[in-house]
Nanobody, 121 residues
Framework: QVQLVESGGGSVQAGGSLRLSCAAS????????MSWYRQAPGKERELVSV???????SYADSVKGRFTISQDNAKTTVYLQMNSLKPEDTAMYYC???????????????WGQGTQVTVSS
């Protein structure tokens, strides 16, 4: 069973930085994308950033130029470096793995439990 564990959340003042980490364990068997989502109180969960199986990255417009997604060489950990944080970045941040279908394995997704980020003005 694949498990994702996020860490690195916390409380910072506006303009500050945080680095989130998401460590994956278990066998995924196929290529996969790793991504970060966030959900603020009363709002829908939204995609923040993705790093796909070939290393290409993409970002929500609201975080472009401020956030950077990366992963380790083993592709077991994904990071989200968040700079110039704003109060509107306050949310629970979730890590996700999307497995592509291959051989006998179907596509599927796994989510972490989330880590809270709070940015005060």
């Amino acid at each position: 069973q694949v498990q994702l564990v996020e860490s690195g959340g916390g409380s910072v003042q506006a303009g500050g930085s945080l680095r989130l980490s998401c460590a994956a364990s278990g066998y995924i068997y196929c290529s996969f994308d790793m991504s970060w989502y966030r959900q603020a109180p009363g709002k829908e969960r939204e995609l923040v950033s993705v790093i796909d199986s070939d290393g290409s990255t993409s970002y929500a417009d609201s975080v472009k130029g401020r956030f950077t997604i990366s992963q380790d060489n083993a592709k077991t950990t994904v990071y989200l470096q968040m700079n110039s944080l704003k109060p509107e970045d306050t949310a629970m941040y979730y890590c996700k793995i999307d497995r592509h279908a291959c051989r006998v394995w179907a596509s599927r997704a796994w989510w972490g439990q989330g880590t809270q980020v709070t940015v005060s003005s």
